[in-house]
C-alpha cells in the first residue's frame, strides 16, 4: 500500500448518510460551474489498491456509485498517488473500463485530489465540457475548491460516525 493512501471510508456507510446528500449538491453545483457532463466522487478502498466510486452526478449514477478502479491504472489514481490535480483529453491514454461499464465515451477529464486530515483519501473528477473540447485553468479551480469543501464534508462524516 502506498504510504500517503491510508485514509479509508466505507463507501456504503457514507452513502447512507446526510453527508452524501450534501456531496450531491457540490457535485450538482461542479457540473453547472464547469459546464459538464458528469462529476464524480472516488474514494480510497481499504486496501487502497483501488478507487471506489462513491458519489456521482452524471447519467449512470446507479454504476458508477458502484464501481472499482484500480489506482495502478488509472488516471483518477495517478491523481491520488501524486496527490497532483490532472486533465487529459481524448487523445490521451487512460484505462476505459469504467466508460465500457457505464457506456460513456470520455472526451475530457480532470481531476483533483481531495483530502482528508492533509492525507488524500479520494479524487474528484469531471468528465466532458459542454462547450469545449477540454478543460481549462479555471475548471481546475473550480475543481480544487470543490475538492477541499469535499474534504470538509467528509472531515464531518468521519468526526460524526467515530
Request: glycine content about 4%.
Amino acid at each position: 500500500m502506498p504510504e500517503n493512501l491510508n485514509t479509508f471510508i466505507s463507501r456504503t456507510d457514507f452513502q447512507s448518510s446526510a453527508e452524501y446528500n450534501h456531496c450531491k449538491t457540490l457535485l450538482t453545483e461542479l457540473v453547472q460551474a464547469c459546464t459538464c457532463e458528469e462529476s464524480t466522487l472516488w474514494l480510497l478502498s481499504q486496501d487502497s489498491d483501488s478507487l471506489m466510486g462513491t458519489v456521482n452526478i452524471g447519467k449512470t449514477p446507479d454504476i458508477l456509485e458502484n464501481i472499482d478502479v484500480l489506482i495502478k491504472d488509472s488516471v483518477i489514481g495517478m491523481v491520488a498517488l501524486t496527490a497532483t490535480a490532472s486533465c487529459i483529453s481524448a487523445d490521451d491514454e487512460y484505462d476505459r473500463s469504467v466508460d465500457q461499464a457505464s457506456k460513456t465515451d470520455t472526451r475530457a477529464m480532470a481531476a483533483t485530489p481531495v483530502y482528508l486530515d492533509g492525507e488524500v483519501c479520494g479524487v474528484l473528477s469531471a468528465l466532458n465540457p459542454i462547450d469545449r473540447e477540454t478543460f481549462n485553468q479555471d475548471d481546475l479551480g473550480i475543481l480544487q475548491w470543490k475538492s477541499y469543501l469535499l474534504g470538509l464534508i467528509l472531515k464531518s462524516f468521519v468526526d460524526y460516525n467515530q
